[in-house]
């Protein structure tokens, strides 16, 4: 689940805060990096859990209406296709699921305003108002109805935003990469499964973990070589004018080109050339795609890289 694009985006904060920080504690910072690898599949489940977080409390405001000294007829019997949606009993049976949050407990209890403010607004859809007047009981309408809610509701809530980003720093950039992973699982997700449908791994397989290991291992052991190699086409610029960002993305690309003979040159480039477009300056990608572009030259020159 944990894909080289958030790596890349890792990695590349871990060698910023190194630089910025004047600091090359190797161990030290392959921690930080698994840490914040972690932080993302934390949030994998912090978002599948809150989808039955919402279920729950419609289950205690159906309760307290039905305890109301003079409850209405709707009161007494309201509509518990919501309660009793089949996708979501399976995901809360999930062994996976029940066993990561045995392990790495977190909930959303401190957000209650929060969680009925949302529960209102789906209560309140279309996509909520189409749900209940199917009279279907199709499994597959009840995991339909949670896509289009999480897609077109969830991840369209401002306010979610701003939780996630005050709850963990490493989330600001993962919202986005994380919530398209939860509409993939739901998507993915089989009646006939039971509690034994798979949830996407943290890591696809083990070479994506020693990817990222690797990408940052290589990115600060060979830190000056790098850096040596970038001052030779930057000699027209002042040193204080490049931005630190610039260079820690070109010393990391420069450390995948050489250091990742399967991935191919024009992969690597687009990828921390996007990387630039975010997290630097306007002028960034255009500048960093020059000075890669004649490096990368020079490599293959030299024969220091055989690849396309």
């Not at 080289?4 to 590349?12: A, D, P, S, T």
């Not at 309140?124 to 897609?151: A, P, T």
């Not at 020693?210 to 990408?215: D, I, N, R, S, Y």
């Not at 931005?243 to 250091?259: G, H, K, R, T, W």
Request: proline share 2%.
């Amino acid at each position: 689940m944990i894909n080289r694009v958030l790596i890349r985006i890792r990695v590349v904060q871990i060698l910023f805060s190194c630089s910025h920080n004047e600091s090359t504690d190797l161990r030290k910072a392959e921690n930080e990096l698994m840490l914040s690898l972690q932080k993302s599949y934390d949030l994998y489940f912090y978002l599948l859990s809150l989808m039955v977080e919402l279920t729950n409390t419609y289950a205690q405001k159906v309760d307290v209406r039905k305890s109301k000294l003079l409850p209405t007829k709707e009161d007494i019997s309201p509509n518990t296709k919501l309660l009793d949606n089949k996708f979501i009993i399976q995901l809360k049976q999930n062994s996976e699921f029940v066993k990561y949050l045995q392990d790495r407990p977190f909930s959303w209890s401190e957000h209650e305003a929060f969680i009925r403010s949302l529960l209102d607004n789906i209560l309140n859809s279309d996509v909520y108002k189409e749900y209940i007047e199917n009279q279907s009981q199709q499994y597959d309408d009840d995991r339909e109805f949670w896509r289009k809610v999480f897609k077109q509701i969830i991840c369209t809530d401002e306010d979610l935003y701003s939780i996630l980003e005050d709850e963990c720093l490493y989330w600001n950039d993962d919202i986005e990469i994380i919530e398209s992973f939860v509409l993939k699982t739901i998507k993915r997700f089989d009646e006939s499964k039971g509690d034994r449908q798979e949830l996407l791994p943290m890591f696809k397989d083990e070479t994506d973990k020693e990817f990222a290991v690797k990408l940052l291992r290589e990115s600060l052991l060979n830190s000056k070589e790098y850096k040596e190699l970038i001052d030779k086409y930057t000699k027209n610029w002042e040193s204080e004018r490049i931005a630190l960002m610039d260079m820690v993305i070109m010393q990391i690309a420069i450390a995948e080109i050489m250091e990742f003979p399967s991935i191919p040159i024009n992969v690597t480039l687009n990828e921390y050339i996007d990387i630039a477009k975010s997290y630097s300056t306007a002028k960034s990608a255009s500048f960093i795609n020059g000075i890669l572009d004649a490096i990368v030259k020079e490599l293959k020159e030299e024969k220091k890289i055989i690849k396309k």
